[in-house]
């Protein structure tokens, strides 16, 4: 009879859909998978009141280090990971659910630092990136030439920090947004670019400067996000992929990004002082 894993303590900050949807998995399936909860922090307290048992809520986050996590998960804001992730690491094993943060290149050299130096893993999942892991191999190979990822959703889903869609109405169609560095745009869309952060993260040689992206706003699709990848490799070496994610209109994350993120979760056993795509 297989052995049950180690049990890992979680702490879950944030309480948005994908937090929620966490809370729950671990409630229900973790057990079973070694995985109990921590603690659960939200701006607002008061959502939990109803999902979260009391003893579970954490009402400071500044009293995360009392709740003795092993993993912190990280599913709110970019902000967070700013003021928190390198004590989070102090401490935890940290799963970074907003990696748009590790364009900033101080906080993205800050967090490695920590990581290697208090032996911890910064994790960053592979959300919506279909072939994370072999863009990875082909990096680490130092074959990788060119990285190109275009996202396209609906614009009720896209929550920017410049007023670039105030006068979008229904029909009009595609619109590109933003196209350029992934570093440059993330900034500009830190909500709704993970999958371009975690794209520079597998092609790391490239970099949040060197991989290209591209935001659309596109007015057709008001049942599923898109995202393209474009790999460039050497000798002519080319793959290109199309993930079509069911969404409903107004959502940041599509649905099966979800599960995703759940998988890349389970990976999270420690992988001692690096960051690891998950």
Not at 109 to 133: E, F, I, M
């Amino acid at each position: 009879m297989a052995q049950k894993p180690a049990t890992i303590q979680i702490g879950i900050v944030g309480f948005g859909h994908l937090g929620h949807f966490l809370v729950e998995k671990i409630q229900k399936d973790g057990p079973d998978m070694g995985l109990n909860l921590a603690f659960v922090w939200n701006r607002n307290s008061e959502k939990l009141k109803d999902s979260v048992p009391a003893e579970l809520i954490l009402h400071s986050l500044q009293e995360f280090p009392q709740r003795g996590a092993d993993l912190i998960v990280e599913v709110c804001h970019p902000q967070i990971v700013k003021d928190f992730g390198a004590q989070f690491l102090s401490r935890s094993h940290f799963l970074v659910g907003s990696p748009s943060a590790l364009s900033d290149p101080d906080l993205n050299q800050q967090l490695r630092h920590a990581a290697k130096h208090y032996g911890r893993t910064l994790y960053v999942p592979s959300g919506a990136l279909w072939g994370g892991p072999d863009i990875q191999k082909l990096n680490d190979c130092g074959t990788l030439t060119a990285l190109t990822v275009r996202m396209s959703k609906h614009p009720s889903c896209l929550r920017l920090s410049k007023d670039l869609l105030s006068d979008w109405s229904e029909g009009e169609g595609r619109r590109v947004l933003l196209s350029g560095p992934v570093a440059d745009i993330c900034p500009i869309a830190p909500n709704n670019v993970n999958t371009m952060a975690a794209a520079a993260i597998a092609g790391s040689t490239l970099g949040f400067t060197g991989v290209r992206g591209e935001l659309v706003s596109d007015t057709a699709l008001t049942d599923y996000h898109v995202v393209e990848v474009e790999v460039t490799g050497v000798d002519g070496f080319t793959v290109k992929t199309v993930r079509r994610n069911p969404a409903k209109i107004g959502a940041v994350t599509g649905n099966a990004t979800y599960n995703s993120f759940w998988s890349s979760l389970l990976l999270c056993r420690g992988h001692g002082g690096r960051v690891y795509l998950c």
